[in-house]
């Protein structure tokens, strides 16, 4: 039988002698009476981390719980630092919230803890996309902002992101100065829950125009729009927020055939027509995939419940639809970037798109055919922000992206937007459309012309109390001796961004690395395969991404050029034990 562990029990025991309410002491001791150790001490034994991007776990009682309690303690750290890092001036920040269980809950605590620490607020009225906060952050000048979402995670989690003035998500030296306040809340009764009803502005529809307004703006291929505004679009917000606001954006830039998948409309933090509500699985698009099927359509799209994530379908050459992964999407989405930009003659040899470590080298190559930098990140969209922050005045942003699904294109929001992603990427279907393409035959074009890549993503998970040990003795392993030969072809080159060092492994050649510290090492072949390595930060998970890639001679060898690379992945995998 279960017993209690100490520091749960001590836990447990200032919650129900503290100023907490009654309804949360009786769920307490309601688990105490059904005799629910393991389920209270999980609750209990520590407290919900406040990370780099802010808190994220399971809803319930409990310090280790997403509640108003935890999201109270969190709001008053953030507010603590705010208050110092902005003394002597008026601090504001903009509040949003997605279509999660207690989302708008939270949101309504958050907005009281930062009214009663003399912060102005600017609260979204109803639930909105994640980007628009950040858009609103700058556009409204202020200090910073959280928005409560758990992005794609099962209905059980929220989360709660916190951002900075610039609208990116907080970064050195704020992530670990705002840590430091959080972690110094000691007690509830620190907590200024009592609201200030003056200094909270509720947003309403002309934070819509303006965030819409700019979207617009974006817009390069008009005319091409114009002869297409009938190509047929399949939408799905998977029960989240882009119902506000997709359709809204699809119509203003033209389009006229937008099918909404009705099923998955409503906004419902229990998504009840999916198992996850991720875009970047198959069986959450199923509905929109058969309504592509019944219509005859020429894209689907699908975003995440806080719409910052955003996945997509083609029709393949058998007339079937298939799922892109979010290299393809970003390779599409960034050529038809720079073909706009080039042929609208916006080049000017100043511009720069922004990458991931991980994501596929293939925009690399683009971003040189078009005379474009191309900058890589750590990832996290917030490093994609710094690079905007640094290049700003310098150099003109075009897009940026990472293979899990995100994408931004423009520099007035400094996170992955679906809500504009789902707007350029119609406006690539017309682009292409208009020159007699499908969007299969764009992908091929691509292919021809900078190399065939594909993916693949191996996530092992070590549990346990000696989980975090195994994994970095398979990290020391890999950095002591790095394999030879991958998949046949010999290794020549190790990335290590914990050292900061790139490695010749064929002459001991090593070169000092640009970037901040990170766990994560990288293999390059001499035929351009590609292993990456990145343990998790918050879970005892590391993750391989293996890239490959070959020339593709024709639009006909698609299939079987793509055979032999999956072909090759699982080589891959199998030489690193991965398999």
């Not at 209690?4 to 200032?14: D, F, K």
């Not at 670990?176 to 306040?181: L, M, R």
């Not at 009938?230 to 006229?256: A, E, M, N």
């Not at 929109?288 to 050459?317: F, W, Y």
Request: with cysteine.
């Amino acid at each position: 039988m279960s017993t209690l562990i100490p520091e749960a029990a001590a836990r447990i025991q200032q919650w129900l002698a503290g100023p907490y309410d009654e309804e949360t002491k009786q769920a307490i001791r309601a688990l105490e009476a059904a005799g629910a150790h393991n389920e209270l001490n999980d609750a209990f034994y520590r407290t919900l981390e406040f990370g780099t991007g802010g808190l994220r776990g399971t809803m319930g009682v409990g310090t280790n719980r997403m509640n108003i309690y935890t999201v109270g303690a969190a709001t008053q750290g953030l507010a603590n630092y705010m208050n110092k890092a902005f003394a002597g001036q008026q601090c504001s920040v903009v509040i949003g919230h997605d279509s999660r269980n207690n989302s708008s809950l939270f949101a309504k605590i958050t907005a009281n803890v930062f009214s009663a620490n003399g912060i102005k607020v600017y609260l979204f009225s109803e639930l909105r996309p994640t980007p628009q906060v950040s858009f609103t952050i700058r556009k409204l000048g202020a200090q910073g902002g959280v928005v409560l979402t758990a992005s794609h995670n099962p209905k059980e989690y929220n989360g709660y992101k916190a951002y900075w003035a610039d609208g990116g998500q907080l970064i050195p030296p704020h992530d670990k100065n705002v840590i430091a306040e959080v972690e110094a809340i000691r007690s509830i009764a620190d907590v200024r829950f009592e609201p200030v009803a003056e200094n909270i502005v509720l947003l309403g529809p002309e934070a819509d125009e303006a965030y819409l307004d700019y979207i617009q703006s974006l817009s390069i291929s008009k005319e091409a729009i114009a002869r297409q505004h009938d190509v047929k679009i399949v939408y799905s917000s998977i029960h989240g927020t882009g119902i506000t606001l997709v359709p809204q954006v699809l119509k203003r830039f033209g389009f006229t055939e937008v099918h909404v998948v009705e099923a998955q409309a409503t906004p419902d933090g229990n998504f009840p027509t999916v198992v996850y509500p991720n875009p970047e699985e198959h069986e959450a698009m199923t509905l929109a995939l058969h309504q592509a099927q019944a219509i005859e359509a020429d894209l689907v799209m699908a975003t995440d419940p806080d719409s910052d994530r955003v996945g997509i379908g083609l029709k393949g050459p058998s007339g079937q639809w298939e799922l892109l992964n979010g290299n393809q999407t970003a390779a599409l989405l960034f050529y038809y970037m720079l073909e706009a930009w080039k042929a609208a003659g916006k080049l000017t040899g100043k511009e720069m798109i922004v990458k991931t470590i991980v994501t596929s080298d293939i925009l690399n190559k683009m971003a040189a055919d078009y005379g474009v930098a191309c900058y890589d990140t750590l990832t996290g969209f917030k490093y994609i922000a710094g690079v905007m922050a640094d290049k700003e005045g310098k150099e003109t942003f075009i897009c940026g992206g990472e293979e899990s699904y995100g994408y931004l294109v423009g520099d007035q929001v400094r996170d992955k937007d679906a809500v504009c992603s789902c707007a350029m990427i119609a406006e690539m279907v017309a682009f292409a459309k208009d020159k007699g393409l499908s969007l299969f035959d764009f992908l091929t074009e691509i292919y021809k012309k900078y190399n065939y890549y594909k993916e693949g993503l191996v996530s092992i998970t070590k549990k346990g109390m000696n989980g975090a040990k195994e994994i970095q003795a398979m990290m020391a392993e890999l950095r002591a001796n790095p394999p030879a030969q991958i998949a046949g072809s010999k290794t020549v080159q190790m990335l290590d961004y914990q050292q900061l060092l790139a490695t010749n492994l064929l002459t001991g050649a090593q070169q000092s690395m640009a970037f901040e510290k990170s766990n994560v090492l990288q293999f390059v072949t001499e035929d351009g395969t590609k292993v990456s390595a990145r343990p998790s930060g918050t879970e005892p998970k590391i993750k391989f991404y293996v890239s490959v890639n070959t020339p593709l001679a024709t639009a006909s060898d698609f299939e079987t050029t793509g055979a032999l690379l999956d072909a090759k992945i699982s080589a891959v995998k199998a030489d690193l034990g991965l398999a």
